[in-house]
């Protein structure tokens, strides 16, 4: 029997729900791969009675010195100090998975250089729409395809306000406040709200699509907050709905994009996406269209594609 | 460089198309996965002028016996001799990759066995939805989840046959004559109306899904030839539309299924598949709903599954 240790950086939402289904689903897995996937240690601070103690380690040295860990999974989020603990663990060989999309968009080059440099795989399924597998298939299967256009709804915050806004005739700052009573929506959404988010995985998505990196900063974006009742009724009188749209493809060999409020038509397939829902359609010359749909956030949800990646890493045979 | 050298077995639709897109995107897939893909041998009768013609043999032994072919690729259809050829390839050492559903289904136990026994790589993206990536999302990324219900529309003759009645409000024997002479349908329709392609697919599904094999002519089936304008009519009065729903699920630990027309609601996500078009919705524990979406049939869309399931062995250093 193969072992993979994992080393989980902070046990939040989304790596507090990875550490989860690796524990309810230790059988399905290890059948699935053939290898005992264990965590053995957490970078943190214990606040979950049912995590042994002994995990925990407020000294990132602890997991990078350990040669037992195979796989350093980096659910912090934010810049830094998450970008350095992943170069770091590569540059001691160990294999990254991450769910951090504005580390991934702002380190892509080094991250992506010093994985191959190490020969250690570097994987962010977890970081463009939650559950959905959109970065393997784009990386897998699809890659016999020459990529024209990716759009989609992939920032489910924004997605859940405007669901609301539309549906129940309430002002954004009616919608946001209900939002954050009922937990959907962080404290602080202005990431969210501002679009930032929603470039950042734009951002990834156009790198592994069409091999340029353009900096989420310099992606064209406007949020939503400054949306009003009156644009949603006007929408609604036109059978349309107002979507935060990212968009990316290629016009006579440009790379154009941005991320803005759009209306579209309820016949469009994007227009099936309500609440926390995200779809992307993803376009290229052999393939035609593929649209993913389905949950874009959660701490399941997303720990599912941190979890995938450290399966797939896991089938390789940790190589 | 490496080099990775393929064999196609049939060069008709799906094989010619494979052919077509190792050709035209060349450098990409060079590019993408550090390794040359040549197509050394193709099994058949030469019938394209644009293809070498010293690549074309009668004779299967001068594709096993070659030891320098890595990936037979079998596209000829039907369940024999396509099995047996698949067999024979394995135990001389080389991968397969298939489009071929109705061999894949019929020989799921052997075919997999005979791939482990061997070491070697059995992959058959495009035997289920055509470029739509669906069972390497299943294989990948979705794996950590336990799943739980698979539930879609996956053959496009008859999608495209119950949309034309749909919308034009012809009669089942009208829709098919008018698809056929427009050769959209084959001319023997007869294992896509009656449900059986649909039947096969499920079957691969299912296996991959719930690691339950049920033959495909185990799955209780109804096809499409006794629906009728007023069976449409009816559904379109009750903003309903009829669709062959494919359907597996665990129900109390008991694995359930069936192929058969349905009216659905407008509001159901596989209510947008219209056409030629494919959907298929996937429910786990973990990641929750996932639907994919995208075109079931065609010559570049179900070879660029064929090729994705070549390029992913070639990424893996042809190991």
Chains 1, 2 share one sequence.
């Not at 991934?104 to 250089?113: I, R, S, T």
């Not at 395809?145 to 759009?151: C, G, N, P, Y």
């Not at 306000?161 to 959907?184: F, V």
């Amino acid at each position: 029997m193969n072992k993979l240790n994992v080393a989980i950086l902070g046990l939040g939402v989304v790596g507090g729900g990875t550490y989860d289904i690796l524990q309810t689903n230790r059988d399905l897995i290890t059948e699935r791969t053939g290898c005992e996937i264990e965590v053995k240690r957490i970078f943190g601070r214990r606040h979950r009675e049912d995590v042994p103690e002994e995990l925990f380690t407020l000294n990132y040295d602890d997991i990078l010195n350990d040669p037992e860990i195979d796989v350093v999974c980096e659910t912090l989020g934010g810049i830094e100090p998450s970008r350095s603990f992943m170069l770091e663990a590569m540059k001691r060989g160990k294999h990254v998975v991450t769910a951090n999309k504005a580390a991934v968009a702002a380190g892509w080059d080094e991250l992506n250089d010093q994985a191959k440099a190490n020969g250690v795989r570097f994987l962010y399924e977890a970081s463009v729409c939650g559950g959905m597998p959109v970065l393997s298939a784009i990386r897998g299967n699809l890659s016999a395809s020459r990529f024209l256009e990716v759009r989609g709804i992939i920032n489910s915050t924004t997605n859940y306000i405007l669901s609301k806004m539309a549906r129940e005739g309430k002002s954004y700052e009616e919608a946001l406040k209900d939002a954050q009573a009922m937990g959907t929506v962080e404290r602080d959404p202005s990431s969210d709200v501002s679009g930032m988010d929603s470039a950042n995985k734009l951002c990834i998505l156009m790198s592994l699509l069409f091999g340029t990196h353009i900096p989420p900063e310099d992606i064209p974006r406007t949020g939503i907050t400054e949306l009003t009742k009156e644009d949603m009724a006007e929408a609604e009188r036109n059978q349309q709905v107002i979507k935060l749209v990212a968009h990316g493809w290629l016009e006579d060999g440009e790379l154009k994009c941005y991320v803005r409020p759009e209306r579209i038509g309820r016949d469009d397939p994007l227009a099936m996406a309500n609440d926390e829902k995200n779809a992307l359609i993803v376009t290229s010359d052999m393939s035609g269209i593929n649209m993913f749909y389905g949950n874009g956030a959660g701490p399941l949800v997303t720990g599912s594609a941190v979890a995938g990646d450290i399966l797939s890493i896991a089938l390789m045979g940790g190589k």
